[in-house]
C-alpha cells in the first residue's frame, strides 16, 4: 500500500515538471523528462545532464545544417551539368 502515494507523488512531480518543460519550450518529451527525472533521482548533476542535452542538440543540429548544405550543393552540381 505505501507504493501507491509514492507513485501519486512521481506522477504528481512529473505532471508539474512537464508542465514546466512546455512553458519553457524544452522541447523534451514525456518520456524523456521521465528519464531525465529518473537520473536526476539516482544522483546525476542535473548541470551536468543539462550540459550533455544541449550538446546533443547542438550536434544534431550541425548534422542537420551540414545534410541541408550537402543537398542543397549536390542540386547546384547536378544543375550546372544539366545546362
Do not use: F
Amino acid at each position: 500500500m505505501s507504493e501507491q502515494p509514492t507513485q501519486h507523488k512521481s506522477d504528481d512531480r512529473l505532471t508539474i515538471l512537464q508542465t514546466i518543460s512546455d512553458v519553457l519550450n524544452s522541447g523534451l518529451s514525456k518520456e524523456s523528462l521521465k528519464i531525465c527525472i529518473e537520473l536526476v533521482d539516482n544522483g546525476v548533476s542535473g548541470g551536468a545532464l543539462a550540459h550533455v542535452i544541449q550538446t546533443i542538440r547542438r550536434e544534431a543540429q550541425d548534422d542537420e545544417d551540414k545534410e541541408s548544405d550537402d543537398s542543397g550543393e549536390s542540386d547546384a552540381s547536378t544543375d550546372s551539368t544539366l545546362y
